[in-house]
């Protein structure tokens, strides 16, 4: 059985810290990581990213697969970008400096590789952050941190489910692809990729239908709960606010303010190392 993508609590310092605050953390490093184009402070950002995960004592294996699919679709991003915009990079740093000609009339430019460059530095800074977000929080916790942020309880109790149903998920992929395997449904590299795109659809589509009775499970036994009767709800799994947390966020703040001002010191979002 594959590992499962969940929470699972180890001990360790993040997985202390209360819920708000490693909503916030999320949120915020995100935005930072969403607006800035700034080299120098989305690899401090990446490498921070890698020091949290570091001390967070997640198992690398865990994420290992879905870091892989990651990697696909940032590949194919990255293609599609140089494909569909291949100027963009000159257009930005305002130089075109050819290191290679290559097909069609389409020339590779050390602007437009190092512009690529920082979409997936991008990418590397927030996928540490969102996966230890998922690994390191409770469902249930999150679920009342987001009450407490002013979100709807009813709201705030679907994404929890939403987490909560993402290692069911998992869990049902592996045992239908293994129950297809058997039946001899080839899914290994000694068949073509269109081969394994069209084996794989004989795994998802009983995966839809047992994800649809599992939905309306799920409907039946909160409707017989009595979900929604009342506005508010108190929470169980609840995390307080803690020294810790405080400190955390402070530092947070201070740091959202400091990105900002860096990525527009000079007027621009884009630091330009071709000036």
């Not at 180890?10 to 935005?31: E, I, Q, R």
């Not at 239908?209 to 799994?237: H, P, Q, V």
């Not at 400190?247 to 860096?262: G, K, R, T």
Request: glycine share 4%.
């Amino acid at each position: 059985m594959a590992r499962l993508l969940s929470y699972s609590d180890n001990g360790s310092p993040v997985h202390a810290l209360s819920g708000t605050t490693k909503l916030l953390y999320f949120l915020v490093w995100s935005l930072v990581s969403m607006i800035t184009y700034d080299t120098r402070l989305l690899l401090f950002m990446f490498l921070s990213s890698l020091v949290v995960f570091k001390i967070s004592r997640v198992d690398f294996k865990t994420v290992a697969f879905v870091l892989k699919l990651i990697l696909v679709f940032l590949s194919i991003n990255l293609i599609a970008i140089f494909l569909f915009s291949p100027e963009e990079g000159v257009d930005i740093y305002g130089g075109r400096t050819v290191l290679a000609d290559l097909f069609a009339g389409y020339s590779l430019t050390a602007q437009q590789l190092f512009y690529e460059f920082n979409v997936a530095l991008k990418y590397f800074t927030i996928i540490p952050i969102a996966l230890l977000f998922i690994l390191t929080t409770n469902p249930s916790e999150f679920a009342s941190s987001l009450n407490k942020l002013g979100l709807s309880y009813k709201i705030s109790y679907s994404v929890a489910i939403t987490l909560r149903y993402i290692p069911d998920m998992q869990r049902d992929y592996v045992i239908v692809s293994q129950a297809q395997q058997a039946r001899g449904v080839d899914m290994s590299r000694k068949v073509s990729l269109y081969k394994r795109i069209k084996n794989a659809a004989l795994v998802l589509i009983p995966l839809f239908f047992s994800s649809m009775d599992r939905i309306d499970t799920i409907s039946n036994a909160m409707e017989l709960r009595g979900f929604g009767k009342k506005g508010r709800r108190t929470w169980y799994a609840a995390g307080k606010i803690r020294r810790r947390d405080r400190v955390i966020i402070a530092s947070l703040v201070c740091f959202a303010i400091l990105s900002i001002v860096i990525t527009f010191a000079d007027g621009s979002r884009f630091y330009n190392p071709f000036k």
